[in-house]
């Protein structure tokens, strides 16, 4: 999100946001569901009903270890053999709560729906959903700071603590000013790439399947944007830039046909938000996943993180259509690969 930029003119009074959010989690039943926020526990015990109810064309997988020792838990829906692969990172950034509420959302509906363009979304590709990568951090905002962005691993050379894991990941890590070698700084690289131990198993797990992904999205939040590569330079382009802006052009449109009137703009990291090094999109690119994008959900700031409940519903059924007319695109460009 745009830090510093957007935030002191729009978040008179945080505290109050947080109150809020906090009493609508008070009075919410003990039920899962998208009206509230739920933590780290509630998510692993849905994922553990939904991988119960769906054995068929579901199966759970574990990313790796936190620095904390959690699991990093994700899941596989799968219809039928050789579909093209779709990988989802989210909540990497542990604050950006509307990331795994949608990311869960956005897993009952491949899996529950009825409606036909659904079906054919959930049932055509084989989807790789990682609802919440930094566990440790998550955890820390729901018992300790709600707006806590960053991993949960001590410094050897200072009492901050943590590093943003998204600018943890081994691709021009560093360049050009892209984060920040202090680690008291909300943007921290690291000591070195691949220093948190979630980004390291992330870029395995993520390594070991990338023949089978053809779509890389990692889900953020706010600012209402779809970010390519590059991050660490706005003077140069991957080499199908242009075919990513159409597929981004196609997500935009979806959302803006709701009635919501939600506006995302999209282009390189660099170039349309600010220089940032070490992204896990420049990384999935840089892996050979030529369709790899950050989407950063609403809002535009007037709420940032602390998004009202409310919102959930509404910012996920914007994910979804802009998800179907993405791949759509994807299609028609022929990015996707029976794998
Ligand atoms: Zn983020």
């Known amino acids: 999100m745009l830090y510093g930029i957007s935030n002191e003119l729009f978040i008179s009074n945080v505290q109050s946001l947080v109150d809020n959010e906090s009493e609508a989690n008070t009075k919410a039943t003990s039920s899962f569901g998208w009206t509230r926020y739920h933590n780290l526990a509630e998510i692993e015990s849905w994922l553990d009903d939904i991988l119960a109810t769906y054995p068929d064309v579901t199966e759970g997988f574990v990313v790796g270890k936190s620095y904390e020792g959690r699991n990093i838990r994700g899941i596989k829906i799968s219809y039928k ?86 600018r943890n990941y081994d691709v021009h890590w560093m360049e050009n000013g892209g984060a920040s070698d202090d680690p008291c700084e909300w943007n921290y690289a690291g000591p070195h790439p691949f220093s948190e131990p979630e980004v390291k198993a992330m870029s395995e797990y993520l390594g070991s399947i990338k023949n089978k992904v053809n779509v890389f999205l990692a889900f953020h939040s706010y600012s209402q944007l ?48 600010y220089r940032a090094s070490g992204g896990a999109n420049d990384w999935a690119y840089q892996e050979g996943i030529k369709i790899s994008f950050t989407v950063e959900f609403r809002d535009e700031g007037r709420f940032g993180f602390l998004l009202p409940p409310a919102f959930i519903i509404p910012n996920a059924e914007e994910a979804l259509s802009g998800i179907i007319a993405l791949l759509d695109e994807c299609k028609k460009l022929g990015y996707l690969h029976l794998n």
């Open 81 to 166: 053999a050789d579909n093209p692969g779709v990988f989802i990172e989210s909540n990497i950034h542990s604050c950006e709560w509307i990331t795994s509420a949608t990311a869960t959302w956005f897993i009952n509906e491949l899996l529950s729906s009825t409606d036909d363009l659904i079906r054919d979304l959930a049932e055509n590709h084989d989807w790789y959903i990682v609802p919440v990568l930094n566990v440790d951090g998550f955890v820390y905002t729901h018992e300790k700071d709600r707006l806590w962005r960053k991993t949960r691993q001590p410094s050897s050379y200072s009492s901050c603590v943590g590093v943003d894991p998204n």
């Open 226 to 273: 779809l970010l390519a590569p590059y991050g660490h330079t706005a003077d140069e382009t991957p080499d199908n830039f242009k075919d990513m802006m159409k597929v981004a052009k196609a997500y935009a449109d979806a959302v803006d046909a709701l009635p919501y009137g939600t506006v995302y703009k999209y282009g390189s990291a660099a170039g349309a938000l």
